[in-house]
């Protein structure tokens, strides 16, 4: 790799790499381990082709992606792993209410299938039309749908809060609120 690629590709991981690791933590259900190591396959791969890829972040979380899917697939007879403490999000400071929400959520997403996890990462807090998520499980459109559909109302169930009607009564978009874990 010429040394232009070589800082460019230690200029992306820089820069990018907390944002992909939370993506990656969010994929992997909470498990900060399995997470980086999905984080390091992706950089790995990347670092290879890096002269090569136009969009550089676009490749590794798509490479994180599929590499994701196909762990779930070779590993559908295990127990999926829980984490009872969740990863630190790196951002600034957050009130006790978005604090409480974002661990409620985190503990919501753990109880979710792992189809059913996948579809709300990629569709709400990656913001991919329903095609792409498609796509990217092997699934079909409508399965995406309906999948999303019974995940979101399992969240309302588990985290009430993310109903309509959130604290206090004042209303909340529902389609948003599995964002509220990026923040």
């Known amino acids: 790799m010429e040394a232009s690629s070589h800082d ?3 200029e992306f991981v820089a820069m ?3 944002a992909l690791l939370r993506l990656a933590v969010l994929l992997t259900g909470g498990d900060r381990h399995a997470a980086e190591d999905l984080l390091q396959i992706a950089l790995m791969k990347a670092y290879g082709r890096w ?3 136009e969009q550089h972040e676009a490749y590794v979380r798509q490479v994180m992606y599929r590499q994701q899917v196909n762990r779930w697939r070779l590993r559908r007879h295990r127990a999926e792993t829980t984490v009872p403490v969740l990863p630190e999000s790196g951002t600034g400071a957050d009130t006790g209410a978005d604090s409480e929400l ?6 919501a997403l753990g109880r979710l299938s792992k189809r ?3 579809v709300v990462v990629l569709r709400y ?3 991919l039309p329903e095609a792409e998520v498609a796509a990217l499980l092997g699934c079909p459109v409508g399965t995406v749908r309906s999948t999303a559909h ?3 109302a399992k969240l309302r169930t588990l985290v009430p ?3 309509p009607e959130g604290p206090a009564g004042r209303v909340q978009p529902l389609t948003c609120t599995p964002k509220e874990a990026q923040r």
């Open 161 to 163: 809060e993310l109903g």
């Open 16 to 18: 990018r790499s907390t």
């Open 125 to 127: 807090f990656e913001d």
């Open 8 to 10: 460019g590709f230690r």
């Open 150 to 152: 019974r995940s979101l």
């Open 102 to 107: 974002r661990i409620a959520l985190w503990a």
């Open 51 to 53: 002269a090569r890829i």
């Open 116 to 118: 059913q996890r996948a």
